[in-house]
């Protein structure tokens, strides 16, 4: 059975970085699409980042585009969000989330998504 664990959360200063961690245990993650999402106290979750099997194409929501990446550690079994530019909106819990193959393709809608880890909580405030 698919495990997905998240880790990297904390608290942070406007303006500073933070490097979120997924893991999975039970399989291997350059076989799947991984979506990374996140959730404010009170809003919907939102997609904010995801990357295809092969890792070719990625897809980010336009309030990250340029501040945030999602990269693979194949050899690690890891993916990560790399997220710079921290501003308070982007507050919130954050999920990593893994999808099967689909080509060179990945969505942001959380329906397509399947195993879900326990989110890591991403404070940034001054």
């Known amino acids: 059975q698919l495990h997905v664990v998240e880790s990297g959360g904390g608290l942070v200063q406007p303006g500073g970085s933070l490097r979120l961690s997924c893991n999975a245990f039970?399989?291997?993650?350059?076989?799947?699409?991984i979506g990374w999402f996140r959730q404010a106290p009170g809003k919907a979750r939102e997609g904010v980042a995801c990357m295809s099997s092969a890792g070719g194409f990625t897809n980010y929501a336009d309030s990250v585009k340029g501040r945030f990446a999602i990269s693979r550690n194949n050899a690690l079994n890891t993916v990560l969000l790399q997220m710079n530019g921290l501003k308070p909106e982007d507050t919130g819990v954050y999920y990593c989330a893994t999808a099967p193959p689909q080509g060179a393709y990945c969505g942001r809608q959380d329906d397509e998504y399947e195993a879900w880890g326990q989110g890591t909580q991403v404070t940034v405030s001054s």
């Open positions: 039970g399989t291997t993650l350059a076989n799947f699409r």
